[in-house]
Protein backbone atom coordinates (compact mmCIF):
# COMPACT_ATOMS: atom_id res chain seq x y z
CA UNK A 1 0.00 0.00 0.00
CA UNK A 2 1.19 3.07 -1.16
CA UNK A 3 0.39 6.86 0.06
CA UNK A 4 0.54 10.27 -2.27
CA UNK A 5 0.76 13.38 -1.37
CA UNK A 6 -1.40 15.56 -4.14
CA UNK A 7 -1.02 19.49 -4.98
CA UNK A 8 -3.50 21.90 -6.36
CA UNK A 9 -6.53 23.16 -5.03
CA UNK A 10 -9.15 20.01 -6.52
CA UNK A 11 -7.67 16.99 -4.74
CA UNK A 12 -10.54 15.12 -7.04
CA UNK A 13 -8.09 16.21 -10.57
CA UNK A 14 -5.32 15.33 -8.85
CA UNK A 15 -6.58 11.66 -7.86
CA UNK A 16 -8.06 11.50 -11.44
CA UNK A 17 -4.47 12.43 -12.99
CA UNK A 18 -2.72 9.71 -10.64
CA UNK A 19 -4.65 7.00 -11.85
CA UNK A 20 -2.09 7.13 -14.40
CA UNK A 21 0.15 5.68 -12.23
CA UNK A 22 -1.34 3.83 -9.80
CA UNK A 23 -3.98 1.19 -9.28
CA UNK A 24 -6.84 2.19 -6.58
CA UNK A 25 -6.23 5.62 -5.67
CA UNK A 26 -9.11 6.94 -3.13
CA UNK A 27 -8.87 9.73 -1.32
CA UNK A 28 -8.26 9.68 2.51
CA UNK A 29 -7.59 13.02 4.18
CA UNK A 30 -7.62 16.55 2.35
CA UNK A 31 -4.11 16.38 -0.17
CA UNK A 32 -3.83 12.29 0.63
CA UNK A 33 -4.55 9.97 -1.33
CA UNK A 34 -3.60 5.97 -0.89
CA UNK A 35 -2.91 3.68 -3.56
CA UNK A 36 -2.69 -0.31 -3.76
CA UNK A 37 0.46 -0.15 -6.44
CA UNK A 38 2.18 2.17 -8.33
CA UNK A 39 4.28 2.52 -11.18
CA UNK A 40 7.19 4.54 -10.49
CA UNK A 41 7.92 5.66 -13.40
CA UNK A 42 5.08 7.05 -14.34
CA UNK A 43 4.65 8.76 -10.82
CA UNK A 44 7.81 10.63 -12.12
CA UNK A 45 5.40 12.12 -14.83
CA UNK A 46 3.06 13.51 -12.44
CA UNK A 47 1.79 17.13 -12.66
CA UNK A 48 -0.58 16.37 -9.24
CA UNK A 49 1.08 14.37 -7.41
CA UNK A 50 4.45 15.49 -5.84
CA UNK A 51 4.87 12.34 -3.94
CA UNK A 52 4.21 8.99 -3.00
CA UNK A 53 5.78 6.47 -0.30
CA UNK A 54 5.07 3.04 0.55
CA UNK A 55 2.57 3.30 3.78
CA UNK A 56 3.95 1.84 7.18
CA UNK A 57 1.21 3.29 9.32
CA UNK A 58 -1.53 5.31 9.53
CA UNK A 59 -3.18 6.98 13.20
CA UNK A 60 -4.67 10.08 14.46
CA UNK A 61 -3.21 13.58 13.63
CA UNK A 62 -0.87 13.81 16.53
CA UNK A 63 2.53 13.53 17.27
CA UNK A 64 2.34 11.19 20.09
CA UNK A 65 0.49 9.15 18.39
CA UNK A 66 2.74 8.64 15.44
CA UNK A 67 5.62 8.31 17.53
CA UNK A 68 3.76 5.43 18.88
CA UNK A 69 2.66 4.02 15.58
CA UNK A 70 6.39 3.77 14.13
CA UNK A 71 7.35 2.14 18.01
CA UNK A 72 5.44 -0.56 16.48
CA UNK A 73 5.37 -1.20 13.20
CA UNK A 74 7.59 -3.51 11.43
CA UNK A 75 10.12 -1.59 9.53
CA UNK A 76 11.16 -4.85 7.77
CA UNK A 77 12.36 -5.63 3.89
CA UNK A 78 10.37 -4.85 1.11
CA UNK A 79 10.79 -5.42 -2.83
CA UNK A 80 11.39 -2.38 -3.59
CA UNK A 81 13.24 -0.36 -0.41
CA UNK A 82 15.49 -2.08 1.76
CA UNK A 83 15.47 -0.52 5.47
CA UNK A 84 16.49 -3.01 7.80
CA UNK A 85 20.07 -2.53 8.52
CA UNK A 86 21.49 -0.66 11.09
CA UNK A 87 24.02 0.68 8.57
CA UNK A 88 20.93 2.73 6.84
CA UNK A 89 21.01 6.24 7.50
CA UNK A 90 17.75 8.65 7.62
CA UNK A 91 15.77 11.67 7.49
CA UNK A 92 12.98 12.52 8.71
CA UNK A 93 9.91 14.88 6.54
CA UNK A 94 6.84 16.00 8.53
CA UNK A 95 4.32 17.81 7.15
CA UNK A 96 0.94 19.55 7.96
CA UNK A 97 -0.61 19.82 4.98
CA UNK A 98 -2.23 23.04 4.02
CA UNK A 99 -1.05 24.02 8.04
CA UNK A 100 -4.83 22.49 9.12
CA UNK A 101 -3.99 20.49 11.56
CA UNK A 102 -1.95 22.78 14.02
CA UNK A 103 0.73 20.05 14.28
CA UNK A 104 4.25 21.02 14.98
CA UNK A 105 6.25 19.37 12.12
CA UNK A 106 9.52 20.53 13.67
CA UNK A 107 8.64 18.19 16.63
CA UNK A 108 7.19 15.67 15.00
CA UNK A 109 10.65 15.25 12.98
CA UNK A 110 12.77 15.10 15.80
CA UNK A 111 10.38 12.74 17.86
CA UNK A 112 9.92 10.48 14.83
CA UNK A 113 13.92 10.41 14.03
CA UNK A 114 14.34 9.77 18.00
CA UNK A 115 12.77 6.28 17.57
CA UNK A 116 14.52 5.48 14.47
CA UNK A 117 17.55 6.19 15.93
CA UNK A 118 16.64 4.01 18.95
CA UNK A 119 15.79 1.34 16.56
CA UNK A 120 19.30 1.54 15.14
CA UNK A 121 19.40 4.04 12.08
CA UNK A 122 21.95 6.96 11.67
CA UNK A 123 20.36 10.42 11.11
CA UNK A 124 21.56 12.38 8.43
CA UNK A 125 19.19 15.19 7.11
CA UNK A 126 21.63 15.96 3.85
CA UNK A 127 21.98 12.94 2.26
CA UNK A 128 19.93 9.94 3.50
CA UNK A 129 19.29 6.41 2.40
CA UNK A 130 15.71 6.59 3.27
CA UNK A 131 13.18 9.51 3.90
CA UNK A 132 10.41 8.61 6.09
CA UNK A 133 7.46 10.85 4.91
CA UNK A 134 4.87 11.88 8.34
CA UNK A 135 1.75 13.22 6.83
CA UNK A 136 -0.62 14.76 8.83
CA UNK A 137 -3.76 16.31 7.22
CA UNK A 138 -7.84 16.14 8.39
CA UNK A 139 -7.83 13.44 11.53
CA UNK A 140 -5.21 11.36 9.92
CA UNK A 141 -1.55 11.12 10.13
CA UNK A 142 0.47 8.74 7.59
CA UNK A 143 3.44 7.65 7.97
CA UNK A 144 5.91 5.66 5.19
CA UNK A 145 9.28 5.57 3.44
CA UNK A 146 9.78 7.72 0.37
CA UNK A 147 9.60 5.66 -2.93
CA UNK A 148 9.11 8.38 -5.66
CA UNK A 149 9.16 11.90 -5.88
CA UNK A 150 7.65 13.59 -9.23
CA UNK A 151 9.84 15.90 -11.74
CA UNK A 152 9.31 18.97 -11.16
CA UNK A 153 10.70 20.48 -14.02
CA UNK A 154 7.69 22.52 -15.96
CA UNK A 155 9.20 25.67 -15.46
CA UNK A 156 11.68 24.74 -18.16
CA UNK A 157 8.84 24.79 -20.85
CA UNK A 158 6.99 27.69 -20.54
CA UNK A 159 5.12 28.76 -23.41
CA UNK A 160 6.55 32.06 -23.99
CA UNK A 161 10.27 30.33 -24.09
CA UNK A 162 8.89 28.21 -26.93
CA UNK A 163 10.36 28.57 -30.38
CA UNK A 164 6.88 29.12 -31.19
CA UNK A 165 4.98 31.33 -28.98
CA UNK A 166 1.11 32.81 -29.19
CA UNK A 167 -1.18 34.10 -25.96
CA UNK A 168 -3.18 31.74 -24.11
CA UNK A 169 -1.14 29.12 -23.78
CA UNK A 170 -1.74 26.44 -21.38
CA UNK A 171 0.55 26.05 -19.05
CA UNK A 172 2.58 22.77 -18.88
CA UNK A 173 1.71 21.77 -15.67
CA UNK A 174 -1.78 21.65 -16.68
CA UNK A 175 -0.78 20.06 -19.86
CA UNK A 176 0.88 17.71 -18.26
CA UNK A 177 -2.01 16.28 -15.96
CA UNK A 178 -4.77 16.35 -19.30
CA UNK A 179 -2.32 14.38 -21.13
CA UNK A 180 -2.00 11.95 -17.86
CA UNK A 181 -5.77 11.94 -17.42
CA UNK A 182 -6.07 10.72 -21.48
CA UNK A 183 -4.20 7.87 -20.17
CA UNK A 184 -0.75 9.13 -22.04
CA UNK A 185 2.75 6.94 -21.81
CA UNK A 186 4.48 4.37 -23.92
CA UNK A 187 3.06 2.33 -26.40
CA UNK A 188 -0.11 4.61 -26.21
CA UNK A 189 -1.09 7.02 -29.43
CA UNK A 190 -2.36 10.68 -28.31
CA UNK A 191 -4.07 12.81 -30.81
CA UNK A 192 -4.52 16.82 -30.34
CA UNK A 193 -6.86 18.18 -33.08
CA UNK A 194 -7.18 21.28 -32.01
CA UNK A 195 -3.12 21.70 -31.01
CA UNK A 196 -2.53 25.35 -31.07
CA UNK A 197 1.24 26.10 -30.23
CA UNK A 198 1.65 21.94 -29.16
CA UNK A 199 1.91 22.40 -25.11
CA UNK A 200 -0.56 19.05 -24.42
CA UNK A 201 1.46 17.02 -27.50
CA UNK A 202 4.96 18.13 -25.68
CA UNK A 203 3.75 16.62 -22.37
CA UNK A 204 2.30 13.84 -23.62
CA UNK A 205 5.30 13.08 -25.80
CA UNK A 206 7.39 13.31 -23.11
CA UNK A 207 5.55 10.69 -21.12
CA UNK A 208 6.33 8.85 -23.66
CA UNK A 209 3.31 8.57 -25.84
CA UNK A 210 3.95 8.78 -30.07
CA UNK A 211 2.00 12.26 -30.20
CA UNK A 212 -0.28 13.29 -33.53
CA UNK A 213 -1.28 16.88 -33.67
CA UNK A 214 -3.46 19.02 -35.93
CA UNK A 215 -4.75 22.21 -36.69
CA UNK A 216 -7.07 24.24 -39.45
CA UNK A 217 -4.26 26.81 -39.46
CA UNK A 218 -1.08 26.25 -40.66
CA UNK A 219 0.14 28.74 -39.06
CA UNK A 220 -0.42 26.71 -36.32
CA UNK A 221 0.17 23.47 -37.25
CA UNK A 222 3.58 24.55 -38.41
CA UNK A 223 4.88 26.10 -34.97
CA UNK A 224 3.72 23.15 -33.20
CA UNK A 225 6.24 21.19 -35.20
CA UNK A 226 8.72 23.80 -34.41
CA UNK A 227 8.05 23.43 -30.61
CA UNK A 228 8.19 19.62 -31.07
CA UNK A 229 11.11 19.57 -33.05
CA UNK A 230 12.58 21.40 -29.84
CA UNK A 231 11.14 19.12 -27.16
CA UNK A 232 10.82 16.18 -28.37
CA UNK A 233 13.22 15.68 -31.25
CA UNK A 234 16.44 16.63 -29.44
CA UNK A 235 16.49 20.39 -29.52
CA UNK A 236 17.85 22.90 -27.59
CA UNK A 237 14.53 23.07 -25.73
CA UNK A 238 14.27 19.44 -24.65
CA UNK A 239 14.76 18.96 -21.25
CA UNK A 240 18.22 17.30 -20.13
CA UNK A 241 17.26 13.99 -18.88
CA UNK A 242 17.25 9.90 -19.94
CA UNK A 243 13.56 9.81 -20.03
CA UNK A 244 12.40 8.05 -23.49
CA UNK A 245 10.04 10.09 -25.93
CA UNK A 246 7.45 9.41 -28.29
CA UNK A 247 7.23 10.14 -32.04
CA UNK A 248 5.33 12.64 -33.14
CA UNK A 249 3.50 14.60 -36.28
CA UNK A 250 1.68 17.26 -37.46
CA UNK A 251 -0.76 18.07 -40.49
CA UNK A 252 -2.98 20.57 -41.05
CA UNK A 253 -6.53 19.83 -40.49
CA UNK A 254 -10.32 20.52 -39.86
CA UNK A 255 -11.07 18.82 -36.66
CA UNK A 256 -14.51 18.45 -37.86
CA UNK A 257 -13.34 16.11 -41.00
CA UNK A 258 -10.39 14.33 -39.70
CA UNK A 259 -7.87 12.56 -41.88
CA UNK A 260 -7.02 9.53 -39.80
CA UNK A 261 -8.79 6.16 -39.69
CA UNK A 262 -11.35 5.16 -37.32
CA UNK A 263 -9.94 4.16 -33.95
CA UNK A 264 -6.77 4.95 -34.40
CA UNK A 265 -5.54 6.68 -31.48
CA UNK A 266 -6.08 5.66 -27.69
CA UNK A 267 -6.79 9.09 -27.06
CA UNK A 268 -7.79 12.69 -28.05
CA UNK A 269 -6.73 15.73 -25.87
CA UNK A 270 -8.19 19.09 -26.98
CA UNK A 271 -8.62 22.97 -25.54
CA UNK A 272 -11.45 24.33 -27.66
CA UNK A 273 -10.66 27.91 -28.50
CA UNK A 274 -12.22 30.52 -26.72
CA UNK A 275 -11.78 33.99 -25.24
CA UNK A 276 -10.54 36.90 -27.71
CA UNK A 277 -7.76 34.31 -28.89
CA UNK A 278 -10.10 33.00 -30.79
CA UNK A 279 -10.91 33.31 -34.49
CA UNK A 280 -13.63 31.87 -34.40
CA UNK A 281 -16.99 33.52 -33.97
CA UNK A 282 -19.54 32.15 -31.32
CA UNK A 283 -22.15 31.13 -32.98
CA UNK A 284 -20.03 28.78 -35.14
CA UNK A 285 -18.64 27.31 -31.74
CA UNK A 286 -21.49 25.05 -30.94
CA UNK A 287 -20.65 23.33 -34.26
CA UNK A 288 -17.36 23.31 -34.07
CA UNK A 289 -17.79 21.49 -30.81
CA UNK A 290 -19.76 19.02 -32.11
CA UNK A 291 -18.08 17.76 -35.31
CA UNK A 292 -14.32 17.87 -33.63
CA UNK A 293 -16.47 16.06 -30.13
CA UNK A 294 -18.06 13.77 -33.04
CA UNK A 295 -14.69 13.57 -34.81
CA UNK A 296 -13.13 12.61 -31.36
CA UNK A 297 -14.86 9.50 -30.61
CA UNK A 298 -14.57 8.00 -34.14
CA UNK A 299 -11.05 7.90 -33.66
CA UNK A 300 -10.00 7.37 -30.16
CA UNK A 301 -12.75 5.52 -27.31
CA UNK A 302 -11.30 8.40 -24.72
CA UNK A 303 -11.20 11.78 -24.77
CA UNK A 304 -9.98 14.84 -22.51
CA UNK A 305 -11.73 18.36 -23.73
CA UNK A 306 -11.00 21.83 -21.87
CA UNK A 307 -13.19 23.98 -22.40
CA UNK A 308 -14.35 27.71 -20.55
CA UNK A 309 -17.96 26.29 -20.48
CA UNK A 310 -19.75 22.78 -19.59
CA UNK A 311 -19.56 20.73 -22.84
CA UNK A 312 -21.88 18.28 -21.07
CA UNK A 313 -24.94 18.27 -23.55
CA UNK A 314 -23.21 18.21 -26.72
CA UNK A 315 -21.00 15.63 -25.84
CA UNK A 316 -23.61 13.18 -24.95
CA UNK A 317 -25.44 14.11 -27.90
CA UNK A 318 -23.01 12.69 -30.37
CA UNK A 319 -21.96 9.60 -28.18
CA UNK A 320 -19.70 10.01 -25.36
CA UNK A 321 -19.96 9.47 -21.52
CA UNK A 322 -19.21 12.22 -19.36
CA UNK A 323 -17.02 10.14 -16.72
CA UNK A 324 -15.85 13.37 -14.81
CA UNK A 325 -15.95 17.10 -14.97
CA UNK A 326 -13.81 19.28 -13.10
CA UNK A 327 -13.71 23.09 -12.99
CA UNK A 328 -10.85 25.25 -12.24
CA UNK A 329 -11.46 29.16 -12.17
CA UNK A 330 -8.29 30.57 -13.92
CA UNK A 331 -9.16 34.18 -13.13
CA UNK A 332 -11.96 36.95 -13.20
CA UNK A 333 -12.99 36.08 -16.64
CA UNK A 334 -12.15 32.77 -17.33
CA UNK A 335 -12.86 29.37 -15.85
CA UNK A 336 -11.96 26.36 -17.50
CA UNK A 337 -14.03 22.81 -17.59
CA UNK A 338 -12.44 19.75 -18.09
CA UNK A 339 -14.34 17.07 -19.59
CA UNK A 340 -13.04 13.40 -19.23
CA UNK A 341 -15.18 11.42 -21.40
CA UNK A 342 -15.42 7.81 -22.77
CA UNK A 343 -17.03 5.74 -24.96
CA UNK A 344 -19.45 3.15 -24.16
CA UNK A 345 -17.83 0.05 -23.98
CA UNK A 346 -18.69 -2.56 -26.40
CA UNK A 347 -18.49 0.33 -29.41
Same mark, same amino acid.
Given at each position: ?????????????????????????????? +?? =???????? *??? #? &?????? %? @????????????????????????????????????????????????????????????????????????????????????????????????????????????????????? +?? =???????? *??? #? &?????? %? @??????????????????????????????????????????????????????????????????????????????????????????????????????????????????????????????????????????????????????????????
Amino acid at each position: MYFLELGGEDDAFAACEARNAAVGVERVAP +GV =ATAGSIQP *ARV #A &GLAYTH %R @VSRLLARTDASVESARAALRAVDLGVDRERTVADAESTIAVRARDVHGATGVSTREAERELGAVLVDRGFAVDLDDPDHELRAVFSGDTCLLGWLAVESVRDYGDRKPTDRPFFQPG +GM =APLDARAL *ANI #A &GAGPET %R @VLDPMCGTGGVLIEAGLLGADVVGSDAQWKMARGTQTNLDAYLGGGDGRPDNDRAVGTYDVTRADATALPFRDDSFDAAVFDVPYGRQSKVARHELRDLVSGALSEARRVAPRAVVVADQPLREVAVSVGWRVEELFEKRVHGSLTRYSHVLTRESGE
